[in-house]
């Protein structure tokens, strides 16, 4: 069995900064592109952010020059670098992951999310 837990979430100031990390664990073969999306009250959800197992990143264009995907493949680990916040940031992240796991069955796992809020 395969979990992402995230964590990093909070309550911050607009123009502040959060890191969000999210790691996997149990059962893995292997990973491909790990992601951040959000969901904000009365939204769908949305993609932020990807990165690939080699480092290639894609960025929604209402966070890019904001926030910084990053990856530590070692700890099957994700990292989303937070800067400026925005109070139209404020949602649920999600972390996400397109895995192979022990059994060699491809999956498509998501966390439980982390609140981020952003307001005076």
């Known amino acids: 069995q395969v979990q992402l837990v995230e964590s990093g979430g909070g309550l911050v100031q607009p123009g502040g900064s959060l890191r969000l990390s999210c790691a996997a664990s149990?059962?893995?073969?292997?990973?491909?592109?790990m992601g951040w999306y959000r969901q904000a009250p009365g939204k769908q959800r949305e993609l932020v952010a990807t990165?690939?197992?080699?480092?290639?990143?894609n960025y929604a264009d209402f966070v890019k020059g904001r926030f910084t995907v990053s990856r530590d493949n070692a700890k099957n680990t994700i990292y989303l670098q937070m800067n400026s916040l925005k109070p139209e940031d404020t949602a649920v992240y999600f972390c996400?992951?397109?895995?192979?796991?022990?059994?060699?069955?491809?999956?498509?796992?998501w966390g439980q999310g982390t609140q981020v809020t952003v307001s005076s």
């Open positions: 996400n992951a397109d895995l192979i796991d022990g059994t060699l069955v491809p999956r498509d796992s």
């Open positions: 990165i690939t197992s080699g480092g290639t990143t």
């Open positions: 149990g059962s893995i073969f292997s990973i491909d592109a």
